[in-house]
């Protein structure tokens, strides 16, 4: 198949770990090769995003280093559609975009980790590291909870059915406590996470509870006295 490639890597302490590269750039992809099989990552590749999806779909990898900008396919899409297919393995994106925004696009749809374009090979090899390190675990692009249903990608809110429309800080703040709906989150790990941290005060978590209750109904997110919230659906 044109585009696609492997290159298998020499023993070592990451014997068995393989990776799939997807980048249109060719120079790229045999630099990136060449620099992993030497760190002992065993290296496949694909020059498409629909050939990237095939291979990433029908072989088992470690993780996956996935451009947005490709032929065929783009990297949101094939991250998506690995997602719908049930395969979980890590990805890291690359892209030469650095705004805010795309870096929340490549996770909303299910991306792991996102590192933008010129790269340090060296931090390239850290994230995989990392990621490989831990067991790939489901991120659905959709989250549901009781009759709650959020697509973070396409920024879109439904219960029991009906459209609810939010701002966009009010999603940010359901979106995390819906991927943590399985325990109670404190105020102080919303402000880290939804703001921009310790120079917020911290009744702006309470406020913007106070806003989605208004628009979800109060029995959408909870108190927990002395602990934090939990979003019930």
Known sequence: MPGVGCRSGPGGMLAGVRVL???DERGLVRALVRGLVAEGFAVDFAHDGRAGLELASDRDYDAIVLDIMLPAMNGYDVVRELRARGVWTPVLLLSAKDGEYDVADGLDVGADDYLTKPFSFVVLVAR?????????AERPAVLVVGDLVLDPAARTLTRGGEPVTLTVRELALLEYLMRHADRVV????LLDH?????GE???????????LRRKLGRDA???VRG????VAG
Request: proline share 5%; no cysteine; net charge neutral.
């Open 194 to 198: 939804v703001w921009d941290g310790p």
């Open 221 to 223: 997110v909870t108190t």
């Open 128 to 136: 995989l590291r990392a990621l490989v390190r831990r067991p790939a």
């Open 21 to 23: 590269v997807v980048d």
């Open 201 to 211: 005060d911290l009744n702006v978590v309470e406020v913007y509870v106070g806003y």
């Open 186 to 189: 404190g105020k102080v790990e």
């Open 227 to 230: 602990a934090g919230y939990r």
